[in-house]
């Protein structure tokens, strides 16, 4: 029986040790002059530019030689692994792309270069660099029913380790003011993109102005194309 006991706490022993380890390591990596910034799926899904190619600089209204910190908390990839299962054809398409995208940046680590950004020669600094990371969840943590409630949950717990301010970016109402309600730098960006039509097909011209307008693009009756296409009587 001693030996049972003996080698249980050898072994609670090791993990505490290596827990230990990977927070030290992670607080190394988290001192360095960046923004913290969490965004949730709406941002990833709704923003009128994929990630690729967003600028969080300028979303984020910082100065292009401090560095961003780009954190997906776990859950946010969960997801937007199940966004790339759903029936609107933009989230479908956005979620992959985000996900592969951090495939190709992490290539099967859990942190590494989003943007490089620009090296300037007459000061030597750095400006625009984008550092990504996922954020894993702690050993026994259960999570909150909601996700969006999760990923607040999960924001305040790294805003608390890394002793900084944490933005979340989000793109919905509802999670902007969950976020400003838990004490957190919140910055809700519009979507202008109206987005593919329910065909696939990009909208344009009455149809795309009804969209923008909230008019329902449905197509005109088959007489009243008829009239159209000939003309009023004279």
């Not at 910190?69 to 937007?80: A, Y």
């Not at 039509?197 to 923008?212: D, E, V, Y």
Request: neutral net charge.
């Amino acid at each position: 029986m001693n030996g049972l006991v003996q080698l249980e706490v050898a072994e609670r022993i090791e993990a505490f040790e290596a827990a230990v380890a990977a927070l030290d390591t992670r607080i190394g990596r988290w001192s360095q002059r960046e923004v913290f910034v969490v965004a949730d799926s709406s941002f990833y899904i709704q923003n009128e530019v994929k990630l690729a190619d967003v600028d969080l600089h300028e979303v984020l209204d910082v100065p292009r030689w401090q560095f961003v910190r780009l954190l997906f908390p776990i859950v946010v990839v969960d997801e937007l692994d199940d966004l790339k299962d759903a029936s609107k054809q933009r989230a479908r398409w956005r979620a992959a792309h985000t996900l592969g995208l951090l495939d190709g940046v992490l290539n099967g680590g859990s942190h590494g270069v989003l943007h490089e950004g620009e090296h300037t020669v007459q000061d030597g600094e750095t400006r625009g660099k984008v550092n990504v990371e996922i954020v894993l969840d702690p050993p026994g943590h259960v999570r909150l029913d909601r996700p969006d409630v999760e990923i607040i949950d999960r924001t305040v717990a790294i805003q608390g380790l890394a002793g900084r301010d944490v933005w979340l970016l989000t793109c919905d109402t509802s999670q902007h003011t969950r976020g400003r309600a838990a004490g957190l730098k919140v910055s809700k960006v519009a979507t202008k993109d109206p987005g593919p039509s329910q065909t696939g097909r990009p909208r344009t011209g009455l149809a795309l102005a009804s969209a923008r307008s909230g008019a329902p693009d449905w197509p005109k009756p088959r007489l009243l194309r008829s009239v159209e296409k000939r003309g009023p009587r004279q």
